[in-house]
Each structure stands twice: as structure tokens, then as C-alpha cells.
């Protein structure tokens, strides 16, 4: 069973954290301080859980009239089962909750077509972000 949740209590951050230092320190070779910015305390941050194990995690930034998701994964050995989506469809909630009926984000190009797949429209040319190539992306809640 898959749980997506805001991230309240300090396990839960540490769920976060700990699913971000997999995927983009370990697996992809991101600085650590990088990863790990001045933007943390202003982000709501998600954590999804398959059977109780954190597998998921991502940030919704509220900006003026859009939200930002970023820094949105999931555990290698669980991506393709329609995780993704399930955290991208809490996050699109929360930012509607909070007002917002626009989600922009910074794709990396590998994940593009999921994006797509899942509503959103490519805005911008490629461009590199901690040396892996992205596309913005937006999709209207």
C-alpha cells in the first residue's frame, strides 16, 4: 500500500532527507551541498511510503501565484510501479490547498515523458542543473 504524506514530524523529514541522499547524492552524483539548500524551511516537504518503508520523497516551494515542485524521487528499485505519480498527485493537492493553480518544475530529461504522461507540458529549451541536463515544465491545476 502506498501512503504520500506532508512531512511533520522529525521521523518524517528524516524520511525525507534520507530517500533525497539516495537517489541524488549516492545514485546520481549531486553535491551534498547542493542537495541540501536554503530553501528546506520555506518548502512543504512530501514523503511517500510503500508498506510502510519511505520509497518517495519531494518539495513544493508556494510562490506568488504557482507552486514549485522540486527535488521529487523515488527509490530506484520502486520507480515504473505508478509511485511517481502518486506523490505528484499529493503535491498538485496541497498546492491547490494552499491557493495555487499552477505547478511549474524543472524536469531531468530522462523523466520528461513521465511528466508528460502526467499532464505536464515542456516550457524551455534543455539546460544542465547540478551537471544533469533539465526542462521546465508546468501543468494547470
Request: charged fraction near 30%; proline fraction near 1%; aromatic fraction near 6%.
Amino acid at each position: 500500500m502506498v501512503q504520500v504524506l506532508v512531512a511533520r514530524t522529525v521521523e518524517e523529514l528524516r524520511d525525507v532527507y534520507d530517500v533525497r541522499r539516495q537517489v541524488f547524492i549516492e545514485e546520481q552524483g549531486v553535491p551534498a551541498e547542493i542537495e541540501v539548500d536554503e530553501k528546506e524551511k520555506e518548502s512543504i516537504h512530501l514523503v511517500a511510503y510503500h508498506d510502510n518503508q519511505p520509497i518517495g520523497a519531494g518539495r513544493l516551494r508556494l510562490e506568488e501565484n504557482y507552486g514549485k515542485a522540486e527535488r521529487v524521487c523515488i527509490l530506484s528499485e520502486m520507480r515504473g510501479k505508478g509511485l511517481g505519480a502518486a506523490l505528484m498527485k499529493e503535491m498538485e493537492q496541497v498546492a491547490r490547498e494552499h491557493g495555487m493553480d499552477k505547478l511549474k518544475l524543472n524536469a531531468q530529461t530522462h523523466a520528461e515523458s513521465f511528466y508528460k504522461g502526467i499532464g505536464y507540458a515542456t516550457v524551455s529549451d534543455t539546460f544542465y542543473d547540478a551537471g544533469i541536463l533539465h526542462v521546465t515544465m508546468e501543468k494547470k491545476l
